[in-house]
Each structure stands twice: as structure tokens, then as C-alpha cells.
């Protein structure tokens, strides 16, 4: 238990379909991030909001919308996926953005499209 | 974005000592050289971090080479539970990072 819960643990969806996953950390931290993690790639940095500001995104296509209401909390908004965004979406957080502080990660939610 | 070097995978014997290399040759001054490992359906755990001084806490030690281009992960008696995926990746104060493709640590009863 790392103090980062991501809901759902698993999900299926199809192509038109709109979901959200979502992140939520008890630790106190001020910054969160959302990785995506395919099989037998690099994980990925999508997103990250240091004090609810946005301040990445590593060029991610449009039909992945974050949301970050307060510190705690963490939303990725899906539509219109593609199969290719099938992979493993990670949440994390850290007392700040930045080098100098170590990240905690939730369990990740599967997502598959299809 | 700075890059990270690690073998494919390493294999150690219980209760002995691991030394997990990696080589960031083209690492900034802002680069913080940190450590993570994964286990199998599980998301990545932090193990440790650094900047320049050796570093040292409950799970592992870091040892910083003096020109900072290369690094090693050192878990001092290693058990069943340590094995998994190793990352060592460079973040920096902006957020820019490379996740490589990591370690795969098999630990022998």
C-alpha cells in the first residue's frame, strides 16, 4: 500500500465510448502524474500537475483529458480511444514536481480497447 | 532527454550482495539519478535517489561515480522479494525524464 489508489483496477471499453479513470492520493503530496505503460515499451510521462497546475504534457493526443480538481485527486478523461491505447495507466505522486523528490505509484488501472 | 544503460536482466543467490549497474553518460548537472523497481502487475516502487554524495536508506545503497556518467544500485543482502524489474532513470527539476527498459533481477533460493 503506497498511499495512491487508482479506480477502476480494469477496465474494457469500446472505441466511442467515454470513461475516466481515477487517482487518489492520502500522503499529503502536491504533485501527481499519469504514466502509460504498454507491453514491452518504456513507461511513458503523460501528465503532470504540480499544485493543481498543469505543467507537462508530453504531447499527448487530445482524446486523453487530465483533470485535476485539488491536490489529492487526479482524473484522466478517455473518448474516442484507439487499440493502440491499450496499455497500463499509472498514477503517481510526489511532495513537489521535480527531481529531488521520489514518486509514489498506484497499482495502475488496465485498460483495454477494443 | 538524458538516457540510461542497464543490462537486460541480472541473477543473484539469495542473501548475497547485488551490485545493478547503469550508465548515463549524458547526464546534466540537474539530473537526479533515481532508482525504482517492479514487480509483475504491480506499479513501479521508489528505492532511492541521488544527485552527487553515495546515498543510503533501508531498502539499498547508491553509489554516484565522481563524474556522475554511471551509478549502481547495491541491495545489501538480497531475498526472494527483491526480484523485479530495476529502473534507473534521470529526472530533473522540469519533469524530463527517460524510463528505460530497466533490469530484470532473478534472485536463486
Known amino acids: 500500500e503506497t498511499g495512491v489508489t487508482q479506480t477502476p483496477r480494469h477496465l474494457v471499453m469500446g472505441m466511442t465510448n467515454k470513461k475516466s479513470l481515477k487517482c487518489e492520493q492520502h500522503?499529503?503530496?502536491?504533485?501527481m502524474y499519469w504514466y502509460k505503460q504498454s507491453a514491452k515499451k518504456p513507461l511513458e510521462l503523460m501528465f503532470v500537475y504540480n499544485f493543481k497546475e498543469q505543467t507537462e504534457n508530453n504531447s499527448v493526443p487530445s482524446r486523453f483529458s487530465p483533470e485535476c480538481p485539488n491536490s489529492s485527486h487526479l482524473f484522466l478523461h478517455l473518448h474516442t480511444l484507439q487499440p493502440e491505447d491499450s496499455a497500463l495507466y499509472l498514477c503517481?505522486?510526489?511532495?513537489?514536481?521535480?527531481?529531488?523528490?521520489?514518486?509514489?505509484f498506484g497499482p495502475g488501472t488496465r485498460l483495454t480497447v477494443t | 532527454d538524458a538516457k540510461t544503460t542497464q543490462p537486460n536482466s541480472m541473477e543473484s543467490n539469495e542473501e548475497e550482495p547485488v551490485h545493478l549497474p547503469c550508465n548515463h553518460s549524458?547526464?546534466?548537472?540537474?539530473?537526479?539519478i533515481h532508482w525504482y523497481r517492479q514487480l509483475p502487475s504491480q506499479g513501479p516502487e521508489y528505492v532511492i535517489h541521488?544527485?552527487?554524495s553515495n546515498v543510503n536508506n533501508r531498502m539499498a545503497s547508491l553509489a554516484i561515480a565522481e563524474d556522475r556518467k554511471s551509478s549502481t544500485l547495491i541491495l545489501h543482502r538480497a531475498t526472494l522479494r527483491d526480484a523485479a524489474v530495476y529502473y534507473c532513470i534521470l529526472l530533473d527539476n522540469f519533469n524530463k525524464f527517460y524510463f528505460g527498459s530497466g533490469t530484470k533481477l532473478n534472485v536463486k533460493p
Open positions: 541521488g544527485l552527487t
Open positions: 503517481a505522486s510526489s511532495p513537489q514536481a521535480g527531481g529531488s523528490y521520489e514518486q509514489y
Open positions: 549524458t547526464i546534466s548537472g540537474t539530473d537526479y
Open positions: 500522503l499529503g503530496h502536491n504533485a
